[in-house]
């Protein structure tokens, strides 16, 4: 063969040899992480969607604004979130949503009359900013 061919030869076996061998490096990174950045990516991924299903607690709350007779006997206090008054539940006299035996399930508020209350027997806290963040999102 003539030197030039040759010459091209060599530049292309040494070309394959290059990219064997970075072919090679970058297999070996790949086996020294087992968790590849992918993987990681794709569990992150599915961990903040499954959070982002879950709703602010405002929101989650208003579920605890009826049917609650017995959390709300069971509070040691009540608010409303429309009126924003904090008080004692025993105050609490008309309930409506009566059951099969005639008994109220939702309470009125004592103070406005809407049903809108809250009680602590719920797990979330019944102070004014907490009530008036549910008021700016419910009415
Ligand atoms: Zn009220």
């Given at each position: 063969m003539s030197e030039e061919e040759y010459l091209r030869m060599k530049g292309i076996l040494d070309n394959i040899?290059?990219?064997?061998?970075?072919?090679?490096?970058?297999?070996?990174?790949?086996?020294?992480?087992?968790?590849?950045?992918?993987?990681?990516?794709?569990?992150?991924?599915?961990?903040?969607?499954s959070r982002m299903r879950?709703?602010?607690?405002?929101?989650?709350?208003?579920?605890?604004?009826?049917?609650?007779?017995?959390?709300?006997?069971n509070s040691g206090v009540c608010g409303c979130f429309y009126c924003l008054e904090i008080y004692n539940p025993?105050?609490?006299?008309?309930?409506?949503?009566?059951?099969?035996?005639?008994?109220g399930q939702c309470a009125l508020c004592a103070r406005c009359g809407i049903d809108a209350v809250i009680g602590s027997a719920s797990g979330y806290p019944i102070t004014k900013e907490f009530l008036q963040k549910m008021r700016e999102y419910w009415f």
């Open positions: 040899a290059r990219q064997q061998k970075i072919l090679a490096e970058n297999q070996a990174k790949a086996l020294a992480r087992p968790h590849s950045s992918e993987k990681t990516i794709a569990t992150q991924l599915r961990r903040i969607q879950m709703k602010p607690d405002h929101i989650a709350a208003h579920k605890h604004s009826s049917g609650h007779r017995d959390e709300i006997k025993i105050e609490i006299l008309d309930w409506v949503d009566e059951d099969e035996r005639g008994v």
